[in-house]
């Protein structure tokens, strides 16, 4: 009987771990959109995990986006446009349009932190009261066009 037992809360804590796992519907549009650019011309690729390098990126995040939001991040994916052409600008920027059926847009326009962008675009998902999970951001100005991708629970300030 505890051999049964044991096997069944073994098979539970796989499956728990198995989805766990499995990426949301924004991680996997991400991937795609990565997997696409990054042989791309003037495109740069990165994710970062834990174990990755993920805590220096957070650790140069922190002083844009505070160390509590930081905190619940649990990947990062940034693509680089800067020397892209501008069809692949735009067409990075079409991409960008597709999020808008899978998350909640949010207007940064009238920010002091992103005053110098001349194009900013910003998603993500409550989560929670005060969280967010799977957050796209892109900024664009005179030196960098980034889109940048954290998933994770986000607390807000």
Do not use: W
């Not at 809360?9 to 766990?20: D, M």
């Not at 992103?114 to 799977?134: K, P, Q, V």
């Not at 900024?139 to 940048?148: Q, R, T, Y």
């Amino acid at each position: 009987m505890k051999r049964i037992a044991l096997l069944v809360v073994f098979c539970l804590i796989t499956t728990l771990a198995g989805y766990a796992q499995t990426p949301s519907k924004v991680e996997t549009k991400v991937n795609n959109i990565v997997k696409k650019y990054e042989n791309t011309a003037g495109v740069e690729c990165m994710t970062v995990v834990r174990g990755g390098g993920l805590e220096m990126v957070k650790m140069m995040f922190n002083k844009q986006f505070g160390k509590e939001f930081m905190r619940g991040v649990r990947s990062i994916t940034i693509i680089d446009y800067t020397e892209a052409s501008a069809t692949v600008c735009q067409s990075l920027r079409k991409e960008i349009d597709t999020f808008t059926s899978l998350l909640e847009e949010y207007d940064l326009e009238g920010s002091k932190e992103f005053a110098e962008h001349s194009y900013i675009r910003s998603f993500g998902t409550s989560s929670g009261e005060n969280t967010l999970s799977d957050f796209v951001i892109a900024l664009e100005n005179s030196d960098s066009k980034v889109i940048m991708y954290m998933a994770g629970v986000i607390k807000l300030e």
